[in-house]
Every structure is written in structure tokens, then in C-alpha cells.
């Protein structure tokens, strides 16, 4: 995407306060619509079944390993469709690279990227943007960029932001049968009410979109069932569980509810109760579930969640950079991934 100078994030941040970000966001071209490439797409036949997976990268700047993961994972190296998060473009924390396309020239994806935000508090980055990922085997028909109800205002937190959290639609072409994918990043610091409120803009837009085509959504929800930014909610929450044991969300978040009456399946997409974020505190860490596939149209053959601690990652080459990484996890997300028929 293409960069705006460093002085000029600045002055359209400062607009924020009076304006709003949706008022400033529509200023800013990026905003108006995802990239789309196509150029790094292989020949494929016909699949028996389509492999979906979801991960977020945490900015990408680790990678190298990131890739290195990505190519060796058993589970993943074949996956037709891959929902990534927390994509930089840009940011010196990733070495100021445009990581999604770093992905895609790898395994020769195509892949269409939305930013959700501008980061303002770092003058050394090239571009800024943070934002979601659809990367896939099969060519990208159409994409459209869908900026979610605003549930917290990121330009009055520490990590000073322009933008909201963004669903990625995008309509793909699977050797002759098209199916609608959803890439999408909720909000964590705020509540349920809210968050299911996100997901009803996605379902509305979703039967908008790809009327009488099956639907995949994957991502980050956040589904924390409590108010991230709480520190009496987070308490009342760690209480609830034990070490490494996870809350099952779904009676607390009201967004299953709804997206199970529009017709999506999550249950038999997703292993139960499974911890797919680690967040460390004060007295340990917390596991929580907030990756997740849902599908309407679609009938999963199964399904399972990859680990991103390296001590987990047995599998990695002799001379894997995942065997030599001075760092003990690749993300503080772990990977999730169904495979569907449609």
C-alpha cells in the first residue's frame, strides 16, 4: 500500500478527537479498498476438500520463522486458504517489510490485504499500517473491505492508531466453484454486546455479498468474554480457571448465538475449549479462545489447533530457524485449521 509521509499521519491523527476516525479514515485512499494480488498463483487442480486456517502472525516480525513455520507445519502446508491477523505493512517492529506479500511470493498465494490501522507513535516506520490478511491457492474473484462498528477509539490509547477493526470479504474461484471468505479481526477492549454487534455487520454483509454461495469466516474474534480493558472483568475471569484450562466463551459472547441463527456452524469447525491465545499476568497466564472458522454451506471432515511454542514444534528440520530462535514462541497466538467440502 502505498505509504503517506510521517508529518501528514500526524496531522490527519489530529483530526481524530473532533472528527472521528470513520470521518478521517474516508480521507485516507488506503482505507477505501483492500490490494488484491493475483501474480503468485500456481496452476491447481480441482480439491476434494479445501484446508482453511487461521493465524495471527503478531506483526510478522518474526518472519523468518513465520515462514519457516508455515513451510514445515505438517498441518498447514497445504492449506488452501489462510486467514492472517495482525499483518504489518511497513512498521520497523517487522523491519519496515510489506509482510503479506513476503508470505505470498513464498508459497505463491494470491492474497488480499485490508489495513485496520495506521500506527502514529513511531516517526521510523515506513508506512504504518496493521491489518488483516486473505491469503489463498485460488484466485481472488472480487474483495471488498468492511470497517466494523466502533467498539474503543485507538487514537486515545497508548498504541496511538488511525482506523477501526476491518472485515476482509473476498469472493474466490475454486476451479470453477466459488466460495465467499471472511478474514476478520474483532475488537478486544470492549464488550460482548459489542463484539456481536462486529459480527452482525459481517453476517449482513456476508448475505449481501455471496447470496447462495457457502461462506468461511476465520480470524481473530477476541472472543475474551469480558471487557479486555477491565481489570475487574480480567480478575473475575481468571478466577473462573485453572492453569492451562479454558473458559468456553460461547455462552458469554452472544456473537455464536447469532451467527449459529444466520445458519453458521462453529462447533463442529473448531476443537472445544481450546487455548489459542496465551496472555501472561501478574499471577500467571491466561488462556483464552479467541481463533475460530465458521462456515455455512460447508461440512467439516475435521479439524485441530497447531501450537506456535517452539518446545512444540517437533517436527521442524534439523537446520529449521524454528530450532535455533532465541525466543520461546513464534506468536502469542497458536494456529487453528478445518478442513471443509462444499
Not at 453458521?264 to 483464552?288: E, F, Q
Amino acid at each position: 500500500m502505498k505509504a503517506i509521509p510521517y508529518p501528514e499521519r500526524i496531522r490527519l491523527g489530529e483530526r481524530v478527537p473532533e472528527e472521528g476516525q470513520f470521518s478521517v479514515m474516508r480521507m485516507i485512499p488506503p482505507f477505501s479498498a483492500p490490494d488484491v494480488c493475483n501474480l503468485f498463483l500456481p496452476q491447481n487442480p480441482a480439491p476434494d476438500t479445501l484446508r482453511a486456517a487461521v493465524f495471527n502472525v503478531e506483526h510478522g516480525y518474526r518472519i523468518r520463522e513465520i515462514i519457516s513455520f508455515l513451510k514445515e507445519c505438517p498441518a498447514l502446508q497445504n492449506a488452501d486458504i489462510l486467514f492472517a491477523n495482525e499483518t504489518d505493512d511497513g512498521t520497523e517492529r517487522s523491519g519496515n517489510i510489506d509482510v503479506s506479500r513476503e508470505i505470498a511470493e513464498r508459497f505463491g498465494y494470491s492474497y488480499a490485504y485490508a489495513p485496520e490501522f495506521i500506527e502514529l507513535v513511531n516517526p521510523n516506520d515506513r508506512k504504518g499500517y496493521e491489518g488483516n490478511t486473505l491469503f489463498s491457492k485460488w484466485p481472488i474473484v472480487r474483495a471488498e473491505a468492511l470497517y466494523l462498528p466502533e467498539g474503543y477509539n485507538w487514537y486515545f490509547d497508548s498504541q496511538k492508531r488511525i482506523g477501526a477493526r476491518v472485515a476482509l470479504f473476498c469472493e474466490l474461484d475454486v476451479a470453477g466453484r466459488h466460495i465467499g471468505v471472511v478474514c476478520t479481526h474483532l475488537e478486544n477492549r470492549t464488550v460482548p454486546a459489542s463484539r456481536a454487534a462486529q459480527m452482525r455487520a459481517i453476517l449482513e454483509k456476508a448475505d449481501e455479498m455471496f447470496k447462495g454461495l457457502p461462506v468461511l469466516i476465520g480470524g481473530d474474534l477476541n472472543t475474551n468474554a469480558f471487557d479486555y480493558s477491565e481489570a475487574a472483568a480480567l480478575s473475575a475471569y481468571r478466577r473462573q480457571q485453572t492453569d492451562g484450562i479454558v473458559v468456553d466463551p460461547s455462552p458469554i459472547e452472544p456473537l455464536f448465538a447469532l451467527a449459529e441463527r444466520a445458519g453458521y456452524d462453529y462447533r463442529s469447525l473448531n476443537g472445544k475449549a481450546l487455548p489459542t491465545r496465551r496472555r501472561p499476568t501478574g499471577d500467571g497466564v491466561l488462556y483464552l479462545h479467541l481463533d475460530w472458522i465458521f462456515g455455512r454451506g460447508v461440512t467439516c471432515v475435521r479439524n485441530g489447533m497447531i501450537s506456535t511454542l517452539l518446545k512444540d514444534c517437533g517436527w521442524a528440520g534439523e537446520r529449521s530457524p524454528l530450532r535455533s530462535a532465541p525466543f520461546a514462541e513464534l506468536s502469542d497466538h497458536n494456529a487453528v485449521w478445518a478442513d471443509v467440502v462444499f
